[in-house]
């Protein structure tokens, strides 16, 4: 069986109260992988607490003249583990084509951070039927022969601060994450989790978690709330055992 990955994004957004406490709920878990992504300026705090944690996004050079980036290298060099990796907000905001999106996971294989990368329709795609399509393309460029993980993100089921956002059903995220694994190379479609994002809380967790190609969640709004987080990460627990 999969292990169990729950990832906070932080998205733009302070460290919540308490987070750096050795007791906290970000700390990484005997039965599920905890990892969280804050904005740069929280990253250092978060490895001196021992929170496994990486960049929202980093720049595939090594270092230069980019200003305003800072480098997945430097985050490597920092003490990060992980990486995200075209989260749709980088996509729409920053226009991040898959292209670039696989140029920063390749990025970050090759400094040794784990890659979480991001991919979903939106609400347009999605009423127009594209949906496969969309995936299709966003998972083309990608080298997934590697050790890497996606995370499957229907950008109509983001909250965007809006707790009230419908998240996707359990079926069909489920009937979503087992097309992804479809296209997965044939050794790497058992081992590569696939984690679900968009509106995951602690109402739903457990039925999406439960889904047999569910692996874990990336989770926004409800990562900000440490008690809920907590709750989330003991009904992944529940599920491994
Ligand atoms: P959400 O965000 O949990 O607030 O919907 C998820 C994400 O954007 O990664």
Not at 14 to 36: K, L, M, N, R
Not at 52 to 81: I, R
Not at 113 to 122: F, N
Not at 154 to 170: C, E, K, L, M
Request: charged share 25%; net charge negative.
């Amino acid at each position: 069986m999969r292990k169990y990955l729950i990832a906070a994004n932080w998205k733009m957004n302070s460290a919540p109260e308490g987070a750096f406490d050795p007791e906290s709920p970000y700390q990484t878990h005997a039965d599920v992988d905890v990892v969280v992504f804050p904005t740069y300026l929280d990253l250092r705090d978060c490895i001196e607490a021992k929170i496994l944690s990486g960049p929202q996004y980093g720049h595939v050079e090594e270092h230069g003249a980019h200003t305003g980036d800072v480098s997945l290298k430097m985050c490597k060099d920092l003490g990060c583990l992980y990486a995200l990796c075209g989260h749709s907000d980088r996509r729409g905001e920053h226009g991040e084509t898959s292209e670039q999106v696989a140029a920063q996971v390749i990025a970050a294989l090759e400094c040794e951070l784990h890659p979480i990368v991001c991919l979903g329709e939106t609400l347009k795609e999605k009423k127009a039927g594209k949906t496969e399509d969309v995936i299709k393309a966003m998972m083309a460029p990608l080298p997934l022969e590697s050790d890497l993980t996606i995370a499957y993100e229907p950008v109509w089921a983001i909250s965007r601060g809006d707790p009230n956002t419908p998240a996707a059903t359990p079926e069909d995220a489920q009937q979503m994450h087992a097309l992804i694994r479809s296209m997965l190379p044939d050794d790497r479609k058992e081992q590569t989790r696939i984690l679900y994002g968009g509106s995951m809380k602690l109402e739903n967790a457990e039925a999406l978690l439960g889904q047999i190609d569910i692996d874990g969640g990336l989770i926004g709004g409800a990562s900000l709330k440490p008690d809920q987080f907590a709750l989330i990460i003991e009904a992944a627990s529940k599920l491994s055992t």
